[in-house]
């Protein structure tokens, strides 16, 4: 819906806090600010500003489900691989320059060792939680963070998560990265060229879809949360250092009908608030043909 609509339909003055990829589904999860009454006007520009320097100084984390073409060697890890913007005949897409695929590997396995050493005392999100601190050491190298819950049929549910916010980061981090694209994905599923994604057999027949169809494929890229998480004091970079206490006391005054605190008890998010969409129908129907599963904490989506 264009802002300029959404503005004549609301009672009161919307205001931008933060532009989420609009090439994801975003469904209900959304940075917008609405204005009060004239006497709390001013309140919620300042509570605008403050969400806009939340996201400049990477205070708030955004996580993304998406089902990949194909699977990913290792169940979690990052990808730190510089992007750069380039023209493919007219049309613009980011690009990575040549992967080394032992640097890659070795990424992947400090990756999973960082894991192993947090599992023996947390479990999976809690270890993640803590690995989010940790990729802010490279802050000028985009990181995308991935967690591979489920796979089949050629096949992954991925749950991803990004400290920077590189144009189509996740997008081409998964595609040039990992060599997994995203389903639906054609501007990504080749490096060297803009064609229609291909599909392994075994997808197209569970999908009930034929090859010269799938240009007409979603793109399976779903925005599932926003985390208002502060950071530690003992994490110091540049780009994120750690707010003051109270920085999102704001946020109490609006209505927290759209967020979920059934998975708030993870002791290392530092703020309890989390708001979260939840999955389209044909997302969510694609998920059960291809007959990949939630894990047992994002069972609330279903």
């Known amino acids: 819906m264009r802002f300029s609509i959404?503005?004549?339909?609301?009672?009161?003055e919307p205001i931008i806090g933060h532009r989420l990829p609009?090439?994801?589904?975003?469904?209900?999860?959304?940075?917008?600010?609405?204005?009060?009454?004239?006497?709390?006007?001013?309140?919620?520009?300042?509570s605008a500003?403050?969400?806009?320097?939340?996201?400049?100084?990477?205070?708030?984390?955004k996580d993304y489900l998406c089902i990949t073409v194909g699977i990913p060697r290792s169940d979690y890890g990052y990808i730190q691989l510089p992007l750069v913007e380039r023209n493919f005949n007219g049309i613009r897409k980011m690009c990575a320059p040549q992967l080394n695929r032992h640097l890659q590997e070795l990424t992947c396995k400090q990756a999973q060792l960082d894991i192993n050493n947090e599992a023996n005392e947390y479990d999976v999100t809690d270890a993640f939680s803590v690995l989010y601190d940790k990729m802010q050491t490279n802050h000028n190298q985009p990181t995308t963070w991935y967690h591979l819950m489920d796979r089949r049929n050629d096949a992954a549910l991925m749950l991803c998560s990004t400290l920077t916010g590189i144009k189509h980061q996740i997008r081409a981090h998964l595609a040039f990265g990992l060599q997994t694209p995203i389903l639906g994905d054609h501007k990504y599923s080749h490096a060297e060229y803009l064609a229609p994604q291909r599909l392994p057999k075994s997808l197209l027949e569970v999908l009930n879809i034929r090859q010269s169809k799938v240009r007409y494929i979603s793109l399976h890229l779903h925005a599932l949360s926003l985390h208002l998480h502060v950071p530690p004091s003992s994490s110091s970079s540049p780009s994120s250092s750690s707010c003051n206490e109270g920085f999102f006391d704001f946020v109490r005054s609006f209505d927290n009908s759209h967020s979920n605190n059934k998975i708030t008890n993870n002791k290392f998010i530092k703020n309890p608030f989390k708001f979260t969409a939840s999955l389209p129908n044909h997302f969510r129907g694609n998920l059960k043909r291809i007959g990949l599963k939630l894990p047992h904490y994002l069972k609330y989506l279903h």
């Open 22 to 46: 609009c090439d994801c589904i975003t469904s209900q999860c959304s940075t917008a600010l609405w204005n009060r009454p004239l006497g709390r006007r001013l309140r919620n520009k300042d």
């Open 49 to 61: 500003l403050k969400l806009q320097e939340a996201f400049a100084r990477r205070w708030i984390k």
């Open 6 to 12: 959404l503005k004549e339909q609301m009672a009161y």
